[in-house]
T-cell receptor, first 115, second 113 residues
Framework: DADVTQTPRNRITKTGKRIMLECSQTKGHDRMYWYRQDPGLGLRLIYYSFDVKDINKGEISDGYSVSRQAQAKFSLSLESAIPNQTALYFC??????????????FGPGTRLTVL | AQSVSQHNHHVILSEAASLELGCNYSYGGTVNLFWYVQYPGQHLQLLLKYFSGDPLVKGIKGFEAEFIKSKFSFNLRKPSVQWSDTAEYFCAVNAPGYNDMRFGAGTRLTVKP
């Protein structure tokens, strides 16, 4: 869905490096999310933001930080990357006013490898 | 917090076979239920969702799911699968009062031509 974009799409980095993954959306949604996907574990929520001034930890926030620079932008940072952060990272958006179920719409994902 | 279980990790079917993927959730109150599909190399896409009304929900590409409240289940079905249905399928749940959506571990479906 081109309405939610993620950069970069692929990244290989070394242990200890600082990494930033970026997410932008043109859907006009207030809510944004960061997930990681690991084989056999499904998607797990890292952080979420319900508006620019609202940031919340998800299920697995340790080792990560986020920044909501604007309604349309939500960045995920790994301050000091470690190999077990190798995963596929997804950004998602939702708007509870547009959908009674608060359906989430996903970006294309960023494949991160930490050596 | 709510949780979601998908008991089938990998399902292999031949084309035209019928499909049923299991999904159970743990939460006693009102829930919204979703099935997402992830085709190889692509992002998650919404297949169907349930929030109220008819417990039998029809989605895209001939998929349907039935919400059985007494069994805390939301199983996904398709009468006749195609090779193009090869993908990973995720069940998810959110609930009023909880700010996040919980996903199951996913079920990988392989359809043999």
């Amino acid at each position: 869905d081109a309405d939610v974009t993620q950069t970069p799409r692929n990244r290989i980095t070394k242990t200890g490096k600082r990494i930033m993954l970026e997410c932008s959306q043109t859907k006009g949604h207030d809510r944004m999310y960061w997930y990681r996907q690991d084989p056999g574990l499904g998607l797990r929520l890292i952080y979420y933001s319900f508006d620019v001034k609202d940031i919340n930890k998800g299920e697995i926030s340790d080792g990560y930080s986020v920044s909501r620079q604007a309604q349309a932008k939500f960045s995920l940072s790994l301050e000091s990357a470690i190999p077990n952060q190798t995963a596929l990272y997804f950004c998602a958006t939702s708007d509870p006013l547009a959908s009674s179920t608060d359906t989430q719409y996903f970006g294309p994902g960023t494949r991160l490898t930490v050596l | 917090a709510q949780s979601v279980s998908q008991h089938n990790h990998h399902v292999i079917l031949s084309e035209a076979a019928s499909l049923e993927l299991g999904c159970n959730y743990s939460y006693g109150g009102t829930v919204n239920l979703f099935w997402y599909v992830q085709y190889p190399g692509q992002h998650l896409q919404l297949l169907l969702k349930y929030f109220s009304g008819d417990p039998l929900v029809k989605g895209i590409k001939g998929f349907e799911a039935e919400f059985i409240k007494s069994k805390f289940s939301f199983n996904l079905r398709k009468p006749s699968v195609q090779w193009s249905d090869t993908a990973e399928y995720f069940c998810a749940v959110n609930a009023p009062g909880y700010n996040d959506m919980r996903f199951g571990a996913g079920t990988r479906l392989t359809v043999k031509p």
